[in-house]
């Protein structure tokens, strides 16, 4: 069995979640792989171990191609490396099909898009920052 994972809003949003629900999924002998649309390969495999998630070996980390694929791209990836359950954020890449089971990690705009643990370094920008400017707890969500 395959699972594979979106980083922003989904592991980004609640790591002390997914981080634990990989690894026991890893111990199981399911294959756990990350499929997001941020690029490039290295930098993802990097923000991945600054948040301890290097678990995940570099091989099963994938980069959608949005600008080719459109919204379909992470069905093609998950198509194409045979997943069979896959947890996003976004609902569009949660309806073009890929993987048999496909899981919405429903958005809430009162949580920040990144846990307040997550770590992103200071020259890159991945994904969204926030999903309204309103504040709560003194930040931005």
């Keep these: 069995m395959k699972v594979a994972f979106d980083i ?3 592991i980004s949003k609640y790591p002390d979640i997914f981080r634990v629900l990989m690894m026991q999924l ?6 756990v792989l990350v499929i997001t649309d941020m690029h490039g390969h290295d930098e993802v495999i990097e923000l991945l171990k600054l948040n301890d998630f ?3 070996p570099p091989a099963n980390i994938h980069c959608a191609d949005y600008d080719t694929h459109g919204e379909g791209c992470k069905a093609i990836l998950c198509e194409e490396l045979g997943v069979d359950m896959f947890y996003d954020d976004f609902i569009g890449y949660t309806t073009a099909g890929g993987a048999p089971v496909r899981l919405l990690v429903m958005p809430d705009a009162t949580r920040p898009y990144y846990a307040d643990n997550w770590k992103v370094p200071k020259e890159t920008k991945f994904g969204r920052q926030r999903y309204t400017k309103r504040q709560v707890k003194g930040r931005d969500v």
């Design 8 to 10: 922003g809003g989904v």
């Design 26 to 31: 890893q111990r199981a002998g399911v294959t």
């Design 54 to 56: 290097d678990f995940v």
